[in-house]
């Protein structure tokens, strides 16, 4: 069955330093892999979107990567603030009107 | 900012209780849907619509039920609640359907059902 792994259930990170949070699949061919931020209590909040054939985008101090032949993505936050602390979720989706399915997520300490 | 609202955002009641989560957008969206997290754990897809009069079973069975008779509105109703109902329930939308498109929540209901 299709799984989506994140690499660890928590991440602490001290200030200023790359966050890299990892997304991993299986058993899943995605043409869209999507990034979100939820903090607590809250609902998750779009971040970035890259598609099957590209490599890398970027957005401010954000920056995710997407290999098709590793079946993994990337996502980096350079610079990171305190205020950057939260889960971050992935979430993938095939190429017909599929709707998103939600890996599990990684939250991320950034300590001052 | 997203214009996405859900009432109540937290509720207790009482098991065999009636209950609708309410949930409405004011950006025009055709595809709304209904997720459930615990604490801690993955978002389920539970319900979504593609449109008004259109309502589809998610991957996580629910025995709650949907209803979209306009585009705005989106309620979810539990019959009769159970403690194993607790949870949080998020409500979203978009423009369309598909890993293209960007999925707006709303803040969530918290459910506890005692």
Known sequence: SQKIEQNSEALNIQEGKTATLTCNYTNYSPAYLQWYRQDP???PVFLLLIRENEKEKRKERLKVTFDTTLKQSLFHITASQPADSATYLCALAGSGNTPLVFGKGTRLSVIA | EADIYQTPRYLVIGTGKKITLECSQTMGH?????YQQDPGMELHL?????GVNSTEKGD???ESTVSRIRTEHFPLTLESARPSHTSQYLC???ENLGGGNTIYFGEGSWLTVV
Do not use: E, T
């Open chain 1, 41 to 43: 209590g809250r609902g």
């Open chain 2, 30 to 34: 055709d595809k709304m849907y209904w």
């Open chain 2, 46 to 50: 539970i319900h979504y619509s593609y």
């Open chain 2, 60 to 62: 996580l069975s629910s």
């Open chain 2, 92 to 94: 979203a939308s978009s």
